[in-house]
């Protein structure tokens, strides 16, 4: 199985600031990786797909990156709202599996 | 508007069996492959089993492989999820979700709201 490796997996972060978030692959997964936003009692959210690009209706603040086995993720000036649980994913091959997941909390 | 409602979801005691499901509207249902994704209390997203449109292709976790069956049908838009042999490790929130795109079957654009299963003595 491919082994999802995320970190940090929790951080103390501000309003306004740029937040970032690692995901490393076991192996080369090409560009097929996404990441989600989860808030506490409800389903995940899709937001980046492909590895970078943009859910629709997701706000640009949010952005991915990479391909093979290193990608980041990216908020750019972090809201109130954006306070949730961040997971990465793989789907390049079965089972597609999840990272541990990254935990912002304001500082 | 995409919607995907579990049920069937509850208390179960350890080696019991429970069957959970997830009604879909608002899309072809019969052209999307459909996953289960399951999370523990206080733990992360686990992915749980995949089924192709048609049920052609169906994976598992290893960790329920053998013991869980992932089925759909397609007249009634309808996808399930037998869980036999449970054991306390199995109690999570279980979510259904819905591929993106026609022959994708890797990212999940909607989701249910979860339903809850304990295995418990």
């Known amino acids: 199985d491919i082994q999802m490796t995320q970190s940090p997996s929790s951080l103390s972060t501000s309003v306004g600031d740029r937040v970032t978030i690692t995901c490393q692959a076991s192996?080369?997964?090409?560009?097929?990786l996404n990441w989600y936003k989860q808030k506490p009692g409800k389903a995940p959210n899709l937001l980046i797909y492909?590895?970078?690009n943009l859910e629709t209706g997701v706000p640009s603040r949010f952005s991915g990156s990479g391909s093979g086995t290193h990608f980041t993720f990216t908020i750019n000036s972090l809201r109130p709202e954006d306070i949730a649980t961040y997971y990465c994913?793989?789907?390049?091959?079965?089972?597609?599996?999840f990272g541990q997941g990254t935990k912002l909390e304001i500082k | 508007e995409v919607q995907l409602v579990e049920s069937g979801g509850g208390l179960v005691t350890p080696g019991g069996s429970l069957r959970v499901s997830c009604a879909a509207s608002g899309f072809m249902f019969n052209l999307y492959s459909m996953t289960w994704v399951r999370q523990a209390p206080g733990k992360g997203l686990e992915w749980v089993a995949y089924i192709s449109s048609s049920s052609t292709y169906i994976y598992y976790a290893d960790s329920v492989k053998g013991r869980f069956t992932i089925s759909r049908d397609n007249a009634n838009n309808s996808l399930f999820l037998q869980m036999n042999s449970l054991s306390v490790d199995d109690t999570a929130v279980y979510y259904c979700?819905?591929?993106?795109?026609?022959?994708?079957?890797?990212?999940?654009?909607?989701w249910g709201q979860g339903v809850l299963v304990t295995v418990s003595s």
């Open positions: 994913q793989q789907y390049d091959d079965f089972p597609h599996t």
């Open positions: 192996q080369d997964i090409r560009n097929s």
């Open positions: 979700a819905k591929t993106q795109l026609v022959g994708n079957g890797g990212t999940f654009d909607h």
């Open positions: 492909d590895a970078s």
